[in-house]
């Protein structure tokens, strides 16, 4: 079934009888080509561009719970190409790209909205470091514009532009950044992966990998033993879980970050908004949520929920650059586990055991990676190299000391 | 989060910053024949484990002392608070 402009109006005729489950619910098989363990965006993603962009057949997904209930289901949503290092940016861009074809390339609607993500920027140094960055984005082909306080009262004059230690300078926009739908990511990929063939299986949980001679056959789970040519691992916050099962440490911890969204409000925010002075971003919803957010609570941690004192940190931050945001009331939070890496950067690379392949450390910025990162594991996975704009994302380049260290911080995975 | 502290008693996990895994305890040997790859698994590898965790917190806000805190990451429960340097000097370092 294709969604259309003609088929929602011959639903509403035909009192909407016509409707069908998106993707089919199969039994596993006993083996399959390739397997992707973990239905969140990157997963899916990386079962619909295997067999729809790299003609792979016989593919699975399989996930512990039901789909979209990982990160992919508790970001912020928010979508942009605005890095520095040119390890990152042309794959950042890459994936921007990628969102503005993707609700006609999978037939679905993600409410792909480009409106636009500002930087503020609160002293002279980092009005230098945001230029820099905007110079490094235009050279890698994506937009980028610096607006002075002025243009910014213009459109935003609701910010608190006169704070004596945060006073607003200026700010780097990416009109072309924005935000997306994100369980209609995950719903759109399942979709169009179900139709390319790829079989999503739910409640099937990951327990062991089976390697044979340095070779690996398949996955244990808990339906049993499935057999594979490829393994790829793509389970975001638990990724040292899964690979611990093949003995590989991961340059990666696991952390916490927490969401907010208030009561619907009439449109107040015309984007996304980011702090420059503390860690804060917020974006208003369609059905008119602000949706925000800040940093990590900062420890090892597996449970799906955060602590106060990060709960207050980030209200403090929002009535620092956003006074008005106090007449709002908190409707909801929750948490997601983040696989925080050491330089803050992705892997996507083949392991040192035969037909294992690992995808992670996307830290709590995958949400806009998701096509990319998709593509270019499908890639990986169907080519045994990388793609072009993946070279960067390595499993050995903390050895070798090639780091992509956007923030500069160093070994500290909670300071990313 | 409360971190029993072992000296100042029950205090806000707030008033403490987070380093990481206690194996940073043990910095490698850097005269050992193979300390380039002992440094780089020391810096950059980790167990993040999923359940008992020992970890080190550091009290800024308070005595400034360093804590190895045994903590579970699937419940948050912290079952043992030492200080650091106790356990340091244990298990054989000078300070
Ligand atoms: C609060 C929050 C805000 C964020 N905000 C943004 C943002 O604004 N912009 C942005 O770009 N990014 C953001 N992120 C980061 C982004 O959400 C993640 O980096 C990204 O979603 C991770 O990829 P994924 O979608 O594949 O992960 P997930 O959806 O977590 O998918 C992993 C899947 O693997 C499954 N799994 C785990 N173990 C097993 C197993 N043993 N067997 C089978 N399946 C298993 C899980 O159940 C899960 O469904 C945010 C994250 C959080 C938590």
């Known amino acids: 079934m294709r969604f259309s402009g003609f088929k929602v109006i011959k639903e509403a005729l035909m009192g909407h009888k016509g409707w069908g489950p998106q993707w089919r619910n199969p039994e596993p098989k006993p083996h399959y080509d390739i397997i992707i363990i973990g239905g969140g965006g990157h997963g899916l993603a990386t079962a619909y561009y295997l067999a729809k962009e790299f003609g792979q057949k016989n593919i699975a997904v399989l996930e512990k719970g039901w789909i979209g209930g990982g990160n992919v289901g508790r970001n912020t949503t928010i979508i942009r190409s605005n890095y520095l290092l040119d390890g990152n940016e042309p794959f950042y861009e890459f994936s921007l790209k990628l969102w503005e074809g993707l609700e006609q390339d999978f037939n679905y609607n993600a409410m792909v909205s480009q409106r636009g993500i500002l930087n503020l920027v609160h002293s002279d140094g980092q009005r230098d470091a945001f230029i820099r960055r905007g110079n490094g984005m235009i050279l890698n082909g994506a937009d980028a514009e610096y607006l002075t306080a002025e243009q910014i009262r213009a459109e935003c004059p609701f910010l608190n532009f006169d704070d004596a230690r945060f006073p607003i300078k200026g700010g780097l926009a990416q009109r072309r950044g924005g935000t997306v739908r994100h369980d209609a990511v995950a719903w759109g990929y399942a979709r ?98 602000l949706v925000f957010g800040g940093d990590l609570d900062g420890y090892n941690t597996y449970a799906q929920r955060g602590n106060l004192p990060t709960v207050e940190d980030v209200c403090e931050s929002g009535m620092a650059i956003m006074p008005m945001i106090g007449r709002a009331r908190l409707l909801r939070m929750w948490g997601g586990v983040m696989d925080m890496s050491m330089d803050g950067s992705p892997i996507i690379d083949k392991t040192h055991i035969d037909g294992l392949y690992f995808n992670g450390g996307w830290c709590y910025g995958g949400f806009k990676a998701t096509p990319a990162s998709g593509w270019c594991y499908a890639h990986l996975l169907a080519k045994d190299e990388p793609h072009e704009v993946a070279t960067a994302y390595r499993l050995d380049r903390f050895q070798r000391g090639h780091l992509i260290d956007e923030k500069g911080m160093g070994a500290q995975p909670n300071l990313h | 989060m409360i971190i029993n502290h072992p000296i100042l008693g029950p205090r806000d996990a707030a008033e403490f910053t987070y380093l990481g895994d206690a194996s940073l305890l043990n910095r490698p040997d850097w005269q050992a024949k193979d300390a380039a790859e002992q440094f780089y698994e020391y810096l950059y590898l980790r167990d993040n484990v999923a359940g008992v965790h020992r970890e080190l917190w550091y009290h800024e806000q308070g005595d400034r002392s360093w804590l190895l805190v045994t903590r579970n990451t699937l419940t948050h429960e912290i079952s043992k608070v030492e200080l650091a340097s106790d356990v340091a000097r244990a298990g054989g370092n000078s300070k």
Do not use: W
């Open chain 1, 192 to 289: 169009g992966a179900d139709q390319h063939g790829v079989d999503i299986i739910q409640n099937c949980e990951v327990t062991g990998l089976r390697i044979e001679n340095g070779v690996c056959k398949g996955v244990e789970t808990s339906r049993g033993f499935i057999g594979a040519n490829k393994v790829g691992s793509c389970v975001a916050g638990s990724s040292s879980r899964i690979m611990a099962h093949a003995n590989i440490r991961l340059p990666i911890e696991s952390h916490v970050l927490q969401a907010f969204v208030s009561e619907g409000l009439k449109p107040v925010i015309p984007g996304v908004i980011t702090f420059g002075a503390g860690h804060f971003y917020v974006s208003q919803s369609d059905k008119g949520g």
